[in-house]
């Protein structure tokens, strides 16, 4: 079965599948931790065969709340929220009449061996532990690893950092504080069976045996593969470490794994709160539309959601502008894509705050190039959810549906449907086309129609065009807008984009609406996923006859915080 359960001072979900024993009085239980990618379909043949021997078990899903190269950047909140977040499943253990809190066990493979040691030295309730395929220390088997996960991710830090070798060696060591070979020191070694592998490249074997020596030499047992090969074995292992685990909680003993002076753990959890503000921010906002998320899908099923899988990607995004005409403006803006595993991959929450008329009508064209700053309203922002249903999900071309509400006095429901088409010519073009048609109660039935044409010239310059035509019940013309730009990417971190727009009204008394210029200068700054934006524009805007047609310059500054997967980015995980 499936289970979640929040912590006491984290207020981040964590989710997990809980094997239960039908049977009178208390089970001892078993903690499994999956490996980097958070395959639990390894982790439940043990708990299955766990289970069938008369222990509860529970399989904790894997959380990475910054992308990979973020974890690696700045190891140490990531290690230890962890720790944190594992003791919390402890926890609920102890609250559970039908399981023992006297005799729990923990195994691990992989990742899940590194977050195995950790927690056992963290947490004197741990009575045994089994660490399978972990080394140390962990900086020297970050870097040396073969696994292709990790060798991206330290390319990635590499070059971020413009560090060699032996430079991103000795800078790992410095941040990485919690370490597995100093934790080693801090478990007692005859409560742990270690699994190690001679031929394995990805935690290289001579780190193995490095822990196992810090550890004071406890028992082990050596398989002749690699890292992956070691699922050969798979059959054997359940045994020995079930095996392991039936000697351990049979023997009469005062103490666990954790051999850490008494009150360590406590100033450990207080020390977790030292993750940065920005950190925590990301996050808070991330589990908020995440919790939503998790709450809405559980009325159509098992909720099986985990961090990770639910919001595909988000961003908020807070707001300054000035310009000659209108002045000051201000605006908070949200837009979230959230998968519903019980309604199925198909299906997805759509959330946003912003101009709702834009996003339902198809004129603000998602995660791209939308109106020109100038042209929307700041005070026109309410908010919007809806259920978007996409008949192939994992193609770019396709029908897309959604139904919802924009969250106003009163309400206004609406229905849309869409459809996506791409096709790339040669080499260097990509021709998108998205038609869409919309009901609202407010302003009837309408449609839009988005062309656009993207040229890449070179690895530092694309060329866009963007053509937008929207018309509705209420309108007598077609309402568009054409957007040329340029982008030009200055380095891994700024870029800038130059563009030329134009709106109007074909039926209106003045049909060309406003036109102008616009240079926008963007840079990501501290995070992978957070970013600030300057633009300056000068327009001619005039909306009837009455209106004399005068410059108007405006500049603006913006600050967008992403969050969940985007494209480009290591996943979460």
């Known amino acids: 079965m499936a289970a979640g359960l929040q912590g006491d001072d984290d207020d981040t979900p964590i989710s997990f599948e809980f094997y239960e024993q039908i049977a009178d009085g208390s089970s001892p239980v078993i903690v499994l931790l999956p490996i980097l990618n958070g395959q639990k379909h390894l982790m439940r043949p043990f708990a299955t065969y766990f289970a069938q021997h008369g222990y509860a078990a529970v399989i904790v899903d894997n959380l990475q709340r910054r992308s990979l190269l973020e974890d690696m950047i700045d190891p140490e909140p990531a290690i230890r929220r962890t720790i944190q977040r594992h003791r919390r499943v402890i926890d609920w253990v102890e609250t559970r009449p039908d399981l023992d809190g006297s005799r729990i066990g923990v195994f691990g493979a992989s990742l899940g061996g590194f977050n195995a040691l950790f927690l056992s030295a963290f947490d004197s309730r741990v009575s045994a532990v089994v660490p399978a395929l972990a080394g140390g220390s962990l900086a020297e088997v970050l870097v040396a690893s073969n696994e292709r996960r990790i060798i991206r991710a330290v390319d990635e830090v590499r070059n971020e950092l413009s560090l060699d070798d032996a430079a991103l060696l000795e800078y790992l060591q410095d941040k990485i504080q919690t370490d597995t070979l100093v934790v080693a020191e ?26 196992q020596e810090a550890m004071s030499e406890p028992e082990a047992i050596t398989l002749p593969t690699g890292h992956t090969g070691a ?30 002076p008494a009150g360590v753990c406590d100033e450990f959890e207080q020390d977790v709160e030292k993750i940065p503000l920005l950190d925590r921010t990301q996050s808070t906002v991330h589990n908020v539309v995440n919790g939503a998320a998790q709450y809405f899908d559980s009325f159509f099923g098992a909720n099986k959601v985990s961090d990770r899988s639910n919001v595909s990607r988000g961003s908020i995004s807070l707001r300054s502008q000035y310009d000659e005409r209108d002045g000051f403006g201000h605006s908070v803006r949200l837009r979230a894509r959230i998968a519903l595993p019980a309604l199925k991959e198909r299906t997805k929450l759509v ?11 198809g004129s603000a064209y998602d995660y791209g190039d939308n109106l020109p700053g100038q042209s929307n309203d700041f005070e026109d922002e309410d908010w919007l959810i809806g ?25 206004e429901p609406y229905v849309r449907g869409g459809y996506r088409w791409n096709k790339t010519i040669g080499d260097a073009w990509l021709w998108q086309v998205r038609p869409v048609v919309f009901a609202q109660s407010q302003r009837g ?25 929207q018309g509705e019940d209420e309108v007598e013309g077609l309402g568009w807008t054409q957007r040329f730009t340029a982008f030009q990417r200055l380095s891994d971190r700024v870029a800038m984009s130059y563009s030329l727009f134009g709106t109007g009204e074909t039926e209106a008394e003045v049909p060309v609406q406003d036109y102008g210029l616009e240079i926008r200068w963007r ?10 934006e300057l633009l300056t524009f000068a327009s001619w805007p005039r909306e009837d006859l009455t209106e004399i047609r005068e410059r108007n310059l405006g500049v603006g500054i913006e600050f967008e915080m992403q969050f969940g997967d985007w494209p480009g980015r290591p996943q979460r995980r």
Request: hydrophobic content about 40%; charged content about 25%; cysteine-free.
């Open 523 to 532: 840079r990501r700054i501290s995070r992978e996923w957070l970013f600030i």
């Open 186 to 211: 801090h478990i007692h070694p005859d409560r742990v069976l270690m699994v190690l592998a001679e031929d394995d490249e990805a935690v290289p074997y001579e780190r193995q045996l490095e822990l």
């Open 231 to 260: 699922a050969v074995y798979l059959p054997y292992l359940r045994s020995k470490v079930l095996d392991f685990f039936d000697r351990k909680f049979s023997e009469p003993s005062d103490y666990g794994t954790a051999a850490l």
């Open 445 to 469: 039935t309408g449609g839009s129609l988005t062309n656009i044409f993207d040229y890449a010239a070179s690895p530092k310059w694309m060329f866009r065009s963007t053509s937008i035509l």
């Open 387 to 411: 259920l978007g249903f996409s008949r192939n999900p994992n193609s770019s071309d396709g029908w897309h549906f959604s139904v919802g509400i924009k969250i106003n006095t009163p309400l």
């Open 351 to 361: 959330l946003g705050r912003g101009d709702a008329d834009q996003m339902i009508d």
